[in-house]
């Protein structure tokens, strides 16, 4: 374990200036994420349109593909944390945390499989792609659940959970140890999105009248 350590810390010294650049873009993603500020997303645009052609480099083909929709999704999940209520247009309607139902999520990792399944194929037998059947997984488990973290719903936390177990290893074998060292952190944030949410949920809301 300490050699693998030793070998991630000696090849981040090596990455170059973009990834870590769109590391720290990401890192502060999540943290805005946790917190529900709507600035998460353009942290997010940027550090993934650097991702996006850090991972083509590497032969990760649906990675960096994936990256380009966590750039639309960005666009997506900005407009809806900014919407406004109804005719009140100075007035900024909050985005509540939600639950998914059993079907739900039923659907979504069906449809995830599904998926991972027919891309997968496609990449093994007509591209030079590395480990095609776990970054198809990776990125169309991520595809579904950015859009939840979008619609702020509870569950996205336990989805990144696998996710970003899967992803560790996929970066790490192509050497991009810092990317690889951020999923790490994504880990540990990840259990403390579930627990700054969790908190938010049992909250009272705040009575504005009360306020006025």
């Avoid at 639950?99 to 999520?105: M, N």
């Avoid at 899967?166 to 970066?171: D, K, P, R, T």
Wanted: proline share 2%.
């Amino acid at each position: 374990m300490l050699e693998l350590f030793q070998q991630g810390f000696s090849g981040l010294m090596q990455q170059s200036g973009w990834e870590l650049i769109a590391v720290a873009l990401a890192i502060a993603y999540l943290v805005l994420v946790i917190r529900e500020s709507r600035w998460c997303w353009p942290c997010a645009f940027f550090s993934t349109a650097i991702f996006s052609w850090v991972f083509f480099d590497v032969s990760l083909v649906m990675e960096s593909l994936l990256n380009v929709y966590y750039m639309v999704m960005a666009v997506y999940g900005y407009w809806c944390w900014q919407k406004h209520n109804g005719a009140a247009k100075e007035k900024q309607a909050n985005l509540s945390i939600s639950f998914l139902s059993f079907s739900q999520h039923l659907y979504a990792i069906t449809l995830i499989a599904v998926l991972t399944l027919v891309s997968g194929y496609f990449l093994s037998e007509h591209t030079q792609a590395a480990w095609p059947y776990l970054d198809s997984f990776t990125t169309w488990g991520a595809v579904v659940t950015t859009y939840m973290v979008a619609r702020k719903i509870f569950e996205n936390w336990l989805y990144w959970l696998v996710i970003d177990s899967v992803a560790l290893y996929l970066y790490w074998d192509r050497e991009l140890y810092a990317t690889a060292l951020l999923m790490m952190l994504y880990l540990v944030l990840v259990v403390v999105g579930i627990y700054t949410w969790s908190r938010q949920i049992r909250r009272p809301p705040i009575d504005e009248s009360a306020l006025a």
